[in-house]
């Protein structure tokens, strides 16, 4: 993979030396904290007469209505030089480097369907993070929220694909991003919401694998528009086939528990994984990936 020289993404956000921390009142929120203290001084009138200066405000635009409502004060966040090593630079402007290069293929294909691309962002932390889906951790991997629309990733992660689960190069680290990638895309074409609403249901890991393999599909459907670009040859495809065989659902449950259970698969198995990374390479057309159509065991 010739990656060196590509544009990069300006849609990364480095947030490695940053500390994030919640607002006052440990969650509570500042407001319900300031209420309390009017009670106590003024009563049941000065709490009234706060209530209602606070929707004037609320209504003008100058305070958060998460405040007045007890939720969460902003979280504030504090920067520290990032000391990081030459190796871990490049890593940086690689997968900067990769997202530029999903840009470019995603904005085509939306074109050619008749829709309009909204680029994705990506944040790139260390440790944990705060996501609008929630705390993000390392330990959770890459991970997209629909929330915010942003992909994050520890780069940390990379160290353990290759040692861990024993799926090295720097094409299997691209396929990762580009799966990734792939939910922003069931994202903007509303596949996401439908599969939330399966949530709570018996079909709920079923949809969860649909989307994951649908993903895959995208991810390989990425590589064979970019073959040209980035140079791809079969040694990265093998890469790529390795890295999806190595996070399926079985082999990770065989590896951390020893023994396979398939009814709580959210993910696909490693066949099934490598499959659909298969037919989006061969195929490189959105259509062919419909992983929603056919019944669940011809996946």
């Given at each position: 993979?010739?990656?060196?020289?590509?544009?990069?993404?300006?849609?990364?956000?480095?947030?490695?030396?940053?500390?994030?921390?919640?607002?006052?009142?440990?969650?509570?929120?500042?407001?319900?904290?300031?209420?309390?203290?009017?009670?106590?001084?003024?009563?049941?009138?000065?709490?009234?007469?706060?209530?209602?200066?606070g929707v004037v405000l609320w209504k003008l635009g100058i305070?958060?209505?998460?405040?007045?409502?007890?939720?969460?004060?902003?979280?504030?966040?504090?920067?520290?030089?990032?000391?990081?090593?030459?190796?871990?630079?490049?890593?940086?402007?690689?997968?900067?480097?990769?997202?530029?290069?999903?840009?470019?293929?995603?904005?085509?294909?939306?074109?050619?369907?008749?829709?309009?691309?909204?680029?994705?962002?990506?944040?790139?932390?260390?440790?944990?993070?705060?996501?609008?889906?929630?705390?993000?951790?390392?330990?959770?991997?890459?991970?997209?929220?629909?929330?915010?629309?942003?992909?994050?990733?520890?780069?940390?992660?990379?160290?353990?694909?290759?040692?861990?689960?024993?799926?090295?190069?720097?094409?299997?680290?691209?396929?990762?991003?580009?799966?990734?990638?792939?939910?922003?895309?069931?994202?903007?074409?509303?596949?996401?919401?439908?599969?939330?609403?399966?949530?709570?249901?018996?079909?709920?890991?079923?949809?969860?694998?649909?989307?994951?393999?649908?993903?895959?599909?995208?991810?390989?459907?990425?590589?064979?528009?970019?073959?040209?670009?980035?140079?791809?040859?079969?040694?990265?495809?093998?890469?790529?086939?390795?890295?999806?065989?190595?996070?399926?659902?079985?082999?990770?449950?065989?590896?951390?528990?020893?023994?396979?259970?398939?009814?709580?698969?959210?993910?696909?198995?490693?066949?099934?994984?490598?499959?659909?990374?298969?037919?989006?390479?061969?195929?490189?057309?959105?259509?062919?990936?419909?992983?929603?159509?056919?019944?669940?065991?011809?996946?």
């Open positions: 993979m010739e990656w060196k020289g590509r544009r990069q993404s300006s849609n990364v956000e480095d947030a490695r030396g940053r500390r994030s921390t919640a607002g006052m009142g440990g969650g509570r929120g500042i407001g319900m904290g300031l209420l309390s203290l009017i009670g106590r001084k003024f009563g049941i009138k000065g709490i009234l007469i706060a209530i209602v200066a305070v958060d209505p998460n405040m007045l409502l007890g939720g969460s004060a902003p979280t504030s966040s504090s920067s520290s030089p990032v000391n990081a090593s030459p190796e871990e630079q490049e890593l940086y402007t690689f997968i900067a480097t990769v997202l530029g290069g999903t840009e470019e293929v995603w904005t085509e294909e939306f074109s050619r369907i008749g829709k309009t691309y909204k680029l994705p962002e990506m944040q790139v932390y260390t440790g944990a993070t705060r996501t609008a889906c929630g705390q993000g951790s390392a330990s959770m991997g890459p991970f997209y929220c629909p929330g915010d629309e942003k992909i994050y990733i520890d780069l940390s992660f990379y160290d353990e694909l290759a040692r861990t689960f024993n799926a090295p190069g720097d094409f299997a680290q691209a396929y990762v991003i580009a799966h990734e990638v792939g939910h922003h895309v069931q994202h903007l074409l509303g596949t996401t919401n439908k599969v939330n609403a399966a949530r709570g249901t018996s079909k709920q890991n079923e949809m969860s694998v649909r989307l994951e393999l649908q993903a895959d599909f995208y991810a390989g459907m990425w590589a064979k528009q970019s073959m040209e670009y980035f140079k791809i040859d079969r040694e990265d495809i093998m890469e790529a086939m390795g890295a999806a065989n190595a996070i399926g659902d079985d082999a990770i449950q065989k590896k951390s528990q020893g023994r396979v259970v398939p009814h709580t698969f959210t993910h696909g198995t490693s066949d099934q994984r490598m499959r659909w990374f298969k037919k989006g390479l061969e195929s490189g057309r959105i259509e062919d990936g419909d992983t929603f159509s056919m019944p669940y065991s011809q996946l």
